[in-house]
Every structure is written in C-alpha cells, then in structure tokens.
C-alpha cells in the first residue's frame, strides 16, 4: 500500500475511534443524567463515582434497575458478556444509627465517631469483606470493587436476567432446607462469620442450588452481637421452611449450625431484634 493511503487510513481510523470514544461518553453522561432525573436521589459525589466505574475498565454498560429498596439501589450492569450488580447506596436514606451499632462492635474496624459518609463506606467495606470471606466457604457473588457506597460484584444470572429470590419460586424444598443448614454451619463454624439478615429474600436460586446475597449485617463470630443475630438468622430460615411445609425445630437447627445449645439470655435478646 501506498505510505499516503496507509496514513490517511490511519488517520481516519483515529478519527473514527475518537469518534466512537465520544459516542460512549456521551451515553453515559446521558445515562446519568437519567438517573438524576427520573425521582433517584443520589447525590454529586454518587453520581461521578458511578461515572468513574463507567469510564474505568470494569463496566460498559449500567443497563437497568435489578431492585430498587429503601436504602440500595442494585443495578445490572455489563462489559462484553460478564455481567455485574451494582449496589449504590443512597446516602440520604441510610439507617446510621444501625450501621454504627454493627460497624462498632466489630474488630475489623476502628472507626470513632464518625460522618455519615464515613459510616456508609465502612458498611460497604464490611458488605464487601463479609462477601469475599464468606465466598470461600458457600456460594457467593464475587465482590469485585467498593467505592465509598457504591459495591461492584459479579451477578447472580442466567442468561443474563437475574437469578429469582427462594422467596419466589417453587423449589425441592427439602432439598434447599438441608443445604442451606449446612452452609449455615459452615458459615458459623468454618468462616466465623454470621450473616445478620438471612432469609428467603437474601437468597437466590441459581442453577437449583442456593446462592447468598446481601452481607452487609454480617458479623464476625467475636462481635458482641453474632448470637443473637444467628438466632435471628435461624428463625427466620426455619420460618420459611415451616411455611412450606418442612418439619424444623430451631433450638435443634440452632444446635446443629453452632455446634452448641441455645442460651436462653440469647434467645430472649433475639427478640428485640
Ligand atoms: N449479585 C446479585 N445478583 C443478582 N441479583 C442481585 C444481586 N445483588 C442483589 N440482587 C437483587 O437485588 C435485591 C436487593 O439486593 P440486596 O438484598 O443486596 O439489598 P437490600 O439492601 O436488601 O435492598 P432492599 O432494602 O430492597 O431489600 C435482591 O433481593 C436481589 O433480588
Ligand atoms: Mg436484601
């Protein structure tokens, strides 16, 4: 090829490129700007470190809203074919009292008293450490990043459409009452860690086996607390199960995932949570 051809080849190609790097800013300013619009609260800060995620290297694409809760808003999102949830917190809306009584008591953190901003990084710290220890253990997303309040993890899916919540479908069971006693004594026992607000809305079904969201009230086993959240953890699930049928005894699934038997102070501790 001609020198002249091949140079104007790859100015175009330049060109071209320059031009298709402004087409993808473009959208997601614009999808941002969409955001701000359409009633989200999020604030200036929320907004370009999801812009930041969006011009990084992880993510592509944010493409729809998988959940909109009080607290988090979880978003699907994709780069080539991985897909990715993306948990934002909403600043103005959090419960910083509660997540001060949890952040507290555990030996992983050493914050004093602190501002709002810093309780929520701290609790996405801890929903990011939580999910990666408890990923070595029972079937987990993989945490992937954590940018103040905003968590980046793999997405539970099939085919690309999030996984249901057990609460959701029609599964054996029997099957997933047997398995998820297990991990929770593998959880308890082997990764000492409690997961704080288990039940069938925290898990999902994927590929018939159960998978574990939402650790962000998880607690190592030391903290003051992990008893009487584990109780509360055991209710609930035994709660489910009973409603669908399935004999349990909680004090027997408590003794079973602890490995010891129920205290009766505990037990009435529980209560109040
Ligand atoms: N990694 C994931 N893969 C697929 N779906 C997810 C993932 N993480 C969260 N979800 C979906 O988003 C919902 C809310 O997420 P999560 O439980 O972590 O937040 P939350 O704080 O409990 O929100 P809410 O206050 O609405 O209950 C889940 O019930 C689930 O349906
Ligand atoms: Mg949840």
């Known amino acids: 090829m001609k020198d002249v051809l091949k140079m104007d080849l790859a100015k175009r190609e330049k060109q071209l490129d320059q031009e298709f790097q ?87 953190f050493h914050l004093r008293r602190s501002s709002t901003r810093q309780i929520v990084t701290a609790w996405v710290e801890k929903e990011y450490r939580n999910l990666l220890r408890a990923g070595d253990y029972i079937t987990t997303p993989e945490a992937i990043l954590k940018r103040e309040n905003i968590l980046l993890m793999e997405l539970v899916h099939e085919d690309g459409i999030p996984s249901p919540r057990l609460k959701d479908v029609e599964v054996d069971f029997k099957e997933f009452y047997e398995m998820i006693r297990e991990d929770m004594k593998i959880l308890y026992q082997e990764a000492n860690l409690v997961h704080g607000d288990l039940s069938e809305y925290n898990i999902l079904v994927n590929d018939d086996e159960p998978v574990y969201i939402d650790f962000s009230q998880g607690v190592v086993s030391q903290h003051p607390l992990s008893k009487t959240l584990l109780i509360r953890d055991v209710k609930n699930v035994c709660g489910f199960f009973k409603r669908k049928g399935i004999k349990t005894d909680y004090k027997e699934f408590y003794k079973f995932v602890s490995g010891e038997e129920l205290d009766l102070i505990d037990e009435e501790m529980a209560k109040s949570y």
């Open 22 to 108: 402004k087409k993808i800013v473009e959208r997601k300013k614009k999808f941002l700007e969409s955001l701000k619009t359409e009633n989200e609260v999020f604030d200036q800060r929320t907004l370009l470190n999801m812009y930041n995620l969006l011009v990084g290297k992880h993510v592509d694409e944010i493409s729809g809203v998988v959940n909109s809760g009080k607290e988090a808003v979880v978003f699907s999102a994709h780069k080539d074919d991985e897909y990715f949830a993306l948990k934002v917190y909403r600043v103005s809306t959090c419960d910083f009292k509660t997540m001060w009584k949890y952040i507290q008591g555990d030996p992983r």
